[in-house]
């Protein structure tokens, strides 16, 4: 079963409610695509402070902080960037949107398809997705006028973000299914452990008895 960006349901669901409300503020809000690009700012910045002190403080003795901290300083600078210049941004954030719902909704689809075996699904459940997909590609058209495709934009994210939803649930669910078709691991089938002793025909062993013989005549007695 195919769970790439599934590992963990907390990412999906965060990807869903983001999405859900990004899209709304575009479709409700005014001056919407400068709203979202500062809303996405923030959350850039806030992701890097949260990194740096992840950095500095779990992972100094590991060796990866400085890693970290150079995603962090990135982050934060990207998102001061795009507080403070967002109508740069907002003229193609429609744009951007759509090539967003195309990458993630052919994620969503191929997750999707990969647990129809597993839950008994059928078509009806990649519809949704392919919607996503669909309203991506018509994004990067750009046919209307700026406020137009905003609301456009912000309604294919809400349905992508509920998509999203109820792919993570399947996905959970087919996880459990995966497991209980599996079933547990017999003795058999778990790998032995270095250095210890198989002890599975233990039980089967029969007790021999031994009796000394210190007389060499005894030993011709019992021939």
């Known amino acids: 079963m195919i769970t790439i960006g599934y590992k963990t349901k907390f990412d999906s669901i965060i990807r869903a409610v983001a999405a859900i409300g990004i899209g709304l503020v575009l479709v409700f809000g005014s001056n919407a695509p400068t709203v979202v690009v500062k809303i996405i700012s923030v959350f850039l910045m806030v992701a890097g402070v949260v990194s740096l002190v992840y950095g500095l403080i779990k ?7 400085q890693v970290l901290i150079i995603n962090a300083v990135l982050d934060i600078l990207l998102g001061l960037l795009l507080f403070f210049n967002p109508q740069w941004v907002a003229s193609f954030i429609v744009l951007i949107i759509g090539i967003v719902l195309i990458l993630f909704g052919a994620l969503q689809l191929l997750v999707l398809a990969s647990t129809m075996s597993l839950l008994g699904a059928g078509f009806s459940s990649l519809i949704l997705s392919i919607c996503a997909i669909v309203g991506g590609a018509f994004l990067m058209f750009n046919p209307f006028s700026v406020k137009v495709m905003s609301i456009i934009a912000g309604f294919f994210l809400v349905l992508y973000g509920v998509s999203e939803l109820i792919s993570t649930w399947k996905v959970v669910k087919a996880r459990k299914e995966y497991e ?3 079933g547990p691991a017999t003795p058999a089938q778990e790998a032995p452990v270095p250095g210890q002793i198989d002890a599975s025909g233990i039980d089967d062993a029969r007790e021999v008895d031994f009796e000394r013989i210190d007389d ?8």
């Open 216 to 223: 060499p005549d005894d030993l011709d007695d019992m021939n």
């Open 180 to 182: 209980i078709q599996r």
């Open 59 to 65: 992972n100094k003795e590991n060796g990866m902080y």
